[in-house]
C-alpha cells in the first residue's frame, strides 16, 4: 500500500507519467540494453523488442498498477501480478535483475519528464516501482521453491524421443528428461519456457503450452512456425522447425502460468483459434483421465480443416467425456461445412451451460471478441479465463 503522502504525488503526476510512459519505455530499453547487451541477446525476446509489443506491455502495467493503487488503495491488482511472476518466473528472473531495471527506469523517466521529477515525485514513484517489483519478487520466489529452483535455476535438459508433424507448419515434439528423473508435475493449460541457441549465439527464450495431459513419463509441446520474414519474430519456432528432430536435446524450465485448470464440478467451455488449441488440448486429455461427467462445451476456430492442428485428438477427446460437444468454425471450410461455422465465431445458436468457466486461448481480439459473447451469454466475467503469449496488452490495459 503507497504511503498517504505519494498516494496524493502519484494520483497529481499519473497523467503526465501515462501520457509520457511510452517514451519512457522506449528509452528505458534502449539505455537497458546499451549497458546490458547480454540481456536482449540471451533474455528478452528480439521478436518483441522489435515490435514494440514489450514496450507496450511494460508501459500500460505500470500505467495500471499506479491506477490501482490510488484508486483501490485497499486492494493490489494480483490477477495481473500473478500472471507477470509466473512469466518471470518461467524465464528464470532473479531479484537482482530488478535492481538493473530500477536504475534505467528512473534514469529514462528523468529524461523524459525533466525538471517535473523533483524529490517529492522521485520518491513516490520509486515507491510505486518497489511495490511492484517487490510484490512480484515475492510471487517468483514462491513459484522456484514449488519447483525446486534455486535462485531461479529452473532450466533442465529434455531429449526428444518423437516429433510428429501436424500440419504444414506445426510440429509436435515428445520430450523427456535427459538426467532420467521423473518429469515434473504441471496443471493442464500451463506452459514451458524453451531455450534454444541461435545460429548467432544468442539464447533465445519462448512459451509453449504442454499439448499433454498430466502425470505421465513424456512432455509434448506443439510447435507453431511463425512466418515473419525479415523481422526476428518466430526465430525459435523456426529453429525448432529446421533444426530439432527425435534425438536432440532441448532445454526447459519447470512448468508455470497462472491461468490452468482446477479439478472442478463447474460446467466448463474451452475456446481456442489456431494454435491456441494446444492447452485446451491438454485440458482435455486431463479431464478424460479423470472420468469427468460434466458438461463440457469445445469451441475452435482455424482458418481451414487442415491448418486446424490436433484436429482428430481434439475431436476424440471430446467425444470421450459423457458430455462433451464440439463446435469448429473454419474460414475457408470443405464443401458440406455448414453454413453457420462459417467464418467467425459465432455462438447466437450454440448451447452453454450455466454456471460455466470458460478458458481462452488464441489472439487477443479473437479473444475480446469472444469473451463479450461469453458474457452476453450470462457467463460470468470472473469465470472467464485466458491465455495470451508474448506480451500481454490485454490485462496490462485493464489492471
Known sequence: MLSEKSV??????????????????????????????????????????????????????????????????????????????????????????????????????????????????????????????????????????????????????????ARTRETADVA???????????????????????????ADGARQIRQYSLSCAPGSATRTITVKRVRAAGAPEGEVSNHLHAHVHEGHRLTLSAPYGDIALTDTDAPLVLVSAGIGCTPMLSMLDHLTGLGHAGPVTVLHADRTPGDHALRADHLA???????????????????????????????????????????????????????GQLIERGIAAGDIHYEVFGPDLWLAHEG
Not at 110 to 131: N, R, S
Not at 176 to 198: K, M, T
Not at 326 to 344: K, L, M, N, Q, V
Request: glycine share 6%; charged share 20%.
Open 317 to 371: 477427446l471430446t467425444a470421450k467425456l459423457p458430455a462433451g460437444t464440439a463446435h469448429f468454425w473454419y474460414e475457408s471450410p470443405d464443401a458440406e461445412w455448414p453454413a453457420d461455422r462459417t467464418g467467425r465465431m459465432d455462438l447466437t445458436d450454440v448451447s452453454l451451460p450455466p454456471a460455466a468457466h470458460a478458458y481462452l486461448c488464441g489472439p487477443l481480439p479473437f479473444m475480446r471478441a469472444v469473451r
Open 172 to 198: 509436435t515434439f515428445r520430450l523427456r528428461p535427459v538426467d532420467g528423473g521423473d518429469a515434473p508435475g504441471f496443471c493442464p493449460g500451463q506452459y514451458v519456457s524453451v531455450r534454444v541457441e541461435l
Open 8 to 161: 496524493e504525488t502519484v494520483r497529481a503526476t499519473l497523467p503526465a507519467v501515462s501520457g509520457a510512459v511510452t517514451e519512457i519505455t522506449d528509452l528505458f530499453y534502449r539505455k537497458l540494453f546499451a549497458a546490458h547487451p547480454e540481456l536482449l541477446r540471451d533474455l528478452f525476446n528480439r521478436g518483441n523488442q522489435a515490435s514494440g509489443a514489450q514496450k507496450q506491455a511494460l508501459a500500460g502495467s505500470i500505467a495500471a498498477f499506479a491506477t490501482a493503487l490510488v484508486e483501490h488503495p485497499g486492494v493490489r491488482p494480483d490477477a495481473m501480478l500473478a500472471r507477470i511472476a509466473h512469466k518471470h518466473a518461467s524465464l528464470g528472473i532473479t531479484r537482482d535483475q530488478y535492481e538493473i531495471v530500477h536504475t534505467h527506469l528512473f534514469r529514462a523517466i528523468v529524461e523524459i519528464l525533466g525538471d517535473a521529477v523533483t524529490e517529492a515525485v522521485a520518491q513516490a514513484w520509486d515507491e510505486v516501482y518497489w511495490l511492484m517489483a517487490n510484490a512480484l519478487i515475492a510471487i517468483e520466489e514462491r513459484l522456484y521453491a514449488e519447483a525446486g529452483a534455486v535462485d531461479g535455476d529452473t532450466w533442465r535438459a529434455w531429449e526428444v524421443v
